[in-house]
């Protein structure tokens, strides 16, 4: 039993490229959700998704694209990476009782 | 969006002093969640409270939800170094999405 597992765990970008954040759980969690944070700032919702084919927006969605083709992986698209999407990025399922978290990618876009 | 604030932004103990952050809500909560963060960590989910004026411990924390469900508290007593980091709270706005407080950093000196 794995958890939440995030690839890659570090990540150098240039301005304008393209990339996507991996996620995979194996715990059988409906909901799955990806957060940005910020040097000491908390977490900020960008996409989630209730089950298989189900996504929506956070709080912070521009400049990211997301898709839940199945119940294990929830994957996050950058779509022309820019300076300001440098953060570390965590993905994190739940089957309402509270959120597991994956442990992290670290973007740098520079 | 139904947002939570946050109160303090910052603690700093000496070990083995009591330590207590806030969570407030302008509206009613259907619950509320706490996670610790150590530095350079994920947030780990602690405990989730449901019930109007529920009480929960765990060894040295207790958390506490509020009569009129819009206020949540967690107690650590006597803190040890191994507390430090970052607690947080959080609500689930509809389901499968969660929006997370600011944060309280604890530091605590040996």
């Known amino acids: 039993n794995a958890g939440v597992t995030q690839t890659p765990k570090f990540q150098v970008l240039k301005t304008g490229q393209s990339m996507t954040l991996q996620c995979a759980q194996d715990?059988?969690?409906?909901?799955m959700s990806w957060y940005r944070q910020d040097p000491g700032m908390g977490l900020r919702l960008i996409h989630y998704s209730v089950g298989a084919g189900i996504t929506d927006q956070g709080e912070v969605p521009n400049g990211y694209n997301v898709s839940r083709s199945t119940t294990e992986d929830f994957p996050l698209r950058l779509l022309s990476a820019a300076p300001s999407q440098t953060s570390v990025y965590f993905c994190?399922?739940?089957?309402?009782?509270?959120?597991?978290f994956g442990s992290g990618t670290r973007l740098t876009v520079v | 969006g139904q947002q939570v604030m946050q109160i303090p932004q910052y603690q700093h103990v000496q070990e083995g002093e009591d330590f207590t952050t806030y969570c407030n809500s302008s509206t009613t909560l259907s619950n509320i969640q706490w996670y610790k963060q150590r530095p350079g960590g994920h947030p780990v989910f602690l405990i989730q409270l449901v019930k109007s004026g529920e009480v929960k411990k765990q060894k040295r924390l207790t958390f506490q939800f509020g009569e009129a469900k819009k206020n949540s508290s967690l107690h650590i007593t006597a803190t040890q170094t191994t507390d430090v980091g970052t607690y947080f709270c959080a609500v689930n706005t509809n389901a499968g999405k969660s929006t997370f407080g600011d944060g309280t950093t604890l530091t605590v000196k040996p």
């Open positions: 994190a399922s739940s089957n309402g009782n509270g959120y597991t």
């Open positions: 715990m059988n969690h409906e909901y």
